[in-house]
């Protein structure tokens, strides 16, 4: 993960009307997990990024996938 | 909704899963350390410092042993039969060397060739069954492992 972390969660995020724990409470997480996931200092595992996935209604190659 | 505070999420049990591994192995090396300190430099006998001597060998042997069950890596019929002696030898001749070292060294006792032979006795089928035991434990997990994924 780059630098500036996973822009493209938080973006599906803010446009879903969600914060961070709001998205937290919905994939059974903590707020700091769903932070670190966007400041990319942690890689979830491939279950939490289907749950968070589906909870942004978006695919998991829009939430995650790098583009170079 | 967590629940409760005591419910983990992934992360949470990351961090406490590297902790543990790393508190585990710091306690293991103290136990060794203490051991060692009580057999060579405290001189105390045996009956004071086998309990953590038995406590270490339990834990090495089914943290291997253990290992190579859950993973179930080791496919034993992919390795060859020469390496497995080589394998086994080795392992002979470190607990021999370390025997010697011991009595030579640390309790400055004289070897006799008697000894030597003694050690011998008791190094192979120690060894032998460490190196079955573990075998087993590789076959058995291999076995899991594959009729898992079948």
Known sequence: MDKQGNMKLRLARIEKNLNQQELADLVEVTRQTIGLIEKGNYNPTLNLCIKIAKALDRTLDELFWEEE | ?150
Not at chain 2, 67 to 90: D, E, M, P, Q, T
């Open chain 2, 1 to 150: 909704m967590r629940k409760s505070p005591f419910n983990l999420d992934e992360r949470e049990r990351d961090v406490y899963k590297n902790l543990i591994v790393i508190l585990y192995f710091i306690t293991l090396i103290a136990l060794i350390v203490l051991q060692l300190y009580r057999q060579f430099v405290l001189r105390q006998s045996s009956e004071q410092w086998d309990d953590i001597a038995l406590l270490i060998t339990f834990n090495v042997l089914l943290l291997i042993g253990g290992g190579l069950f859950l993973s179930g890596h080791v496919n034993l019929k992919r390795i060859k039969i020469l390496y497995l002696v080589i394998g086994y030898a080795a392992f002979v001749l470190v607990g021999y060397l370390f025997t010697i070292f011991k009595y030579k060294v640390l309790l400055g006792q004289a070897i006799t060739l008697q000894h030597f032979r003694s050690y011998l006795f008791i190094i192979l089928p120690i060894t032998a069954i460490l190196v079955l035991g573990w075998g087993l434990m590789a076959y058995l997990g291999h076995q899991r492992m594959e009729n898992k994924l079948k």
